[in-house]
Structure formats: structure tokens, C-alpha cells
């Protein structure tokens, strides 16, 4: 079965320091990935999808920047962090395929920009 | 442009008895996906259903099925016998053909709670 891990679980981090969040799915090959934010209260924001090593899709232009390294390994990053950066943050993998397919999501890092 | 809506903020429904949730949505394309996902308060997404811009019959997947009515491009949730376990945020969600791949968009979703 698939399992998708993602860390930290929590994170304080003062404005205008560094981020890297990872993501990494196991028991899949070749898995799409995307990183989304949540704000309090509201819905999924889309960050960055990949369809495979090195291909980044950005859908909202931010001080944000995301990688894919290995095919079941994505990181979120950012080289200086801004207060409306705060979120969670949520990594998720489907299958690729010629259709929509679900999507199934790790469990978050709760980022907190002071 | 593609949009999900759901105009339900809040949603209060007693133990054992049945709950829709509304979902409408927007788009051109004749090739989508539709899901529901639970987010309970821990935060980790959990995917409930699928329903096809292609597909017939309305899914279901045990207490959950999806009132999907294409002309009026809506795409309810229906949860029969509401338990206490099922209050949590619920999204729905399209994908989307945007070169080549199918993009995700999500509603601002429906908080559920069930009163025993």
C-alpha cells in the first residue's frame, strides 16, 4: 500500500528566515505531486504540482519554490519567509493516468511565520 | 475559468439522521472529475468519493453517495446515517484538463457537525 510522510508536523519560523518542507511517498512509482496552503478557515490554495523529476508546475506566483529531486520526493522551499506565509500546508500524490484521479494527502505542517 | 462552489458554511445535522451537502461547480470542459474530501480536525485530507463528467449512475461508497445532476452542474454530497465521527470540514473538488495534466480545485467547504 502507498503512504505518503511529511515533516515537520509543526513549524515557527521568524519573517525573512529560510523554509524547506519535504514530502516523500512510499509504495508508488512515478507519483504526480502537489503542495497546497490552507488559511485558516478556508480552502485549498494550489501551490506547485509536479508530473515527474524536475518538472514544476508554479499556479500561484509567491516567494515560494518547490523541487522534485527524486521521483517520490518533493520539497516546498523558500529563501526568505513573509508573514502571509503562515498557513498549513498540505502535500498530496495521485496516480498518473490518461483521467482525474484522487488524490491522497500527508498530514500537514503547521507553519506559523512570527 | 473553472470554479467550485459551495455556498454552506455551516451545516448541523442530528445522529442517524441523513445530511446533503452542495456542491456546484463551473466549467466548459466536457472531460472533469468531481470528489468530496473529509478534513476532520486533526487537518489530513481524507478522499470520500469520485464521481466522472462521464459516468452515468451516481457513485456511492457505503454511507456517502453523490447526487450528481450534470445539466445544473451540481454535485452533492449525501451522508446517510450522519454518526459522530463524521463532523469535519467537507470539500469538494474538480480536476481539470490544463496542458496535459488534470489540475485540482477546491471549494471553501461545508463545516458538519453532528448533534447526538
Known amino acids: 500500500s502507498q503512504t505518503i510522510h511529511q515533516w515537520p508536523a509543526t513549524l515557527v519560523q521568524p519573517v525573512g528566515s529560510p523554509l524547506s518542507l519535504e514530502c516523500t511517498v512510499e509504495g508508488t512509482s512515478n507519483p504526480n505531486l502537489y503542495w497546497y496552503r490552507q488559511a485558516a478557515g478556508r480552502g485549498l490554495q494550489l501551490l506547485f504540482y509536479s508530473v515527474g523529476i524536475g518538472q514544476i508546475s508554479s499556479e500561484v506566483p509567491q516567494n515560494l519554490s518547490a523541487s522534485r529531486p527524486q521521483d517520490r520526493q518533493f520539497i516546498l522551499s523558500s529563501k526568505k519567509l513573509l508573514l502571509s506565509d503562515s498557513g498549513f500546508y498540505l502535500c498530496a500524490w495521485s496516480f498518473t493516468g490518461t483521467g482525474p484521479t484522487e488524490q491522497y494527502f500527508g498530514p500537514g505542517t503547521r507553519l506559523t511565520v512570527t | 475559468a473553472q470554479k467550485i462552489t459551495q455556498t454552506q458554511p455551516g451545516m448541523f445535522v442530528q445522529e442517524k439522521e441523513a445530511v446533503t451537502l452542495d456542491c456546484t461547480y463551473d466549467t466548459s470542459d466536457p472531460s472533469y472529475g468531481l470528489f468530496w474530501y473529509k478534513q476532520p480536525s486533526s487537518g489530513e485530507m481524507i478522499f470520500l468519493i469520485y464521481q466522472g463528467s462521464y459516468d452515468q449512475q ?19 454530497l449525501v451522508i446517510s446515517a450522519s454518526q459522530l465521527g463524521d463532523s469535519a470540514m467537507y470539500f469538494c473538488a474538480m480536476t481539470f484538463v490544463s496542458g496535459g495534466s488534470y489540475i485540482p480545485t477546491f471549494g471553501r467547504g461545508t463545516s458538519l457537525i453532528v448533534h447526538p
Not at chain 2, 58 to 76: C, D, I, M
Open chain 2, 58 to 76: 451516481n457513485a456511492t461508497e457505503g454511507r456517502y453517495s453523490l447526487n450528481f445532476q450534470k445539466a445544473r452542474k451540481s454535485a452533492n
